[in-house]
C-alpha cells in the first residue's frame, strides 16, 4: 500500500513489523503470472532492518498512487474510485504528460533515445549511496538498460535528472534466468556507465 503523504509504501517485516519504503528501496520487481485484473507485482525491497523481504503491489499502486496526491484514505484501489483532490492531481499530472513531462524517464540505450517509463517497467534496482543502478525494461524495444541515477529520479515523480549514467550494454531479454546474475553484477558495480543527457 502506497501512502503519498510520505511517498513510501507499507510492507510487512518479520523483524519490525509494518515498515514503510521509498520506490529507491525496491530491488527486484517481478510481475506475478495469471493476476491481470489488476496486475500484482512481486516486490522484494531492503528493509530497514537490513535484510530483504518480499511483499505485493498492485499496477495501480506501482504507476498510478504516486502520482494521485496527498490523502490516501480517499483514493479506494479496490474500485478505482477516485475523491476529487485525486482526481485534480490526476488531472494535473495527466496536463504535464500532455505537455511532454513525464513522472519517470529513462535512457534506452539500443534505441539511444530518452523513454517515458513507469515504475512497473523497473525490473531491478541496486542499493549503493547517492546512486542508484536501475534496470529498465523499455516499454516501445522490449530491452533492458541500465541506468544510473539520483535516489530523487526514482522516489520523486516528475523528478528526472538531467543527465544519466547509461551502461553500454544490451541485456538478454530472458530475465528468468538473468535477474540473479544481473543483481550480482548490479551490486558489484562493474558497470561501466557513460553519461548521457535526459531531459532539457
Ligand atoms: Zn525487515
Ligand atoms: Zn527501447
Not at 30 to 52: N, Q, S
Not at 148 to 158: A, G, K, L, M
Request: hydrophobic fraction near 40%.
Amino acid at each position: 500500500m502506497y501512502d503519498q503523504l510520505t511517498g513510501r509504501y507499507t510492507f510487512a517485516c518479520p523483524a519490525r513489523g509494518e515498515v514503510r519504503v521509498p520506490l529507491s528501496r525496491f530491488r527486484v520487481l517481478e510481475r506475478l503470472p495469471g493476476a491481470a485484473h489488476p496486475a500484482v507485482y512481486k516486490i522484494t525491497f531492503a528493509c530497514g532492518c537490513g535484510g530483504e523481504h518480499d511483499g505485493l503491489v498492485t499496477h495501480d499502486e506501482l504507476d498510478w498512487a504516486p502520482l494521485a496526491g496527498s490523502d490516501a484514505t480517499f483514493l479506494n484501489l479496490m474500485t478505482s474510485r477516485l475523491e476529487p483532490a485525486e482526481l485534480e492531481l490526476l488531472d494535473l499530472a495527466a496536463r504535464y504528460i500532455q505537455a511532454g513531462d513525464w513522472p519517470w524517464s529513462f535512457f534506452c540505450y539500443p534505441e539511444e533515445r530518452p523513454r517515458p517509463v513507469t515504475p512497473s517497467a523497473f525490473r531491478v534496482l541496486s542499493g549503493g549511496g547517492e546512486e542508484l543502478g536501475l534496470a529498465v525494461e523499455c516499454p516501445t524495444c522490449a530491452h533492458t538498460t541500465v541506468n544510473v541515477v539520483s535516489r530523487e529520479h526514482v522516489d520523486v515523480p516528475f523528478y528526472n535528472d538531467r543527465h544519466v549514467g547509461v551502461v553500454e550494454h544490451v541485456f538478454v531479454h530472458d530475465r528468468e534466468l538473468a535477474v540473479s546474475a544481473f543483481r550480482a553484477e548490479l551490486n558489484s558495480a562493474a558497470f561501466d556507465a557513460s553519461r548521457r543527457k535526459l531531459a532539457a
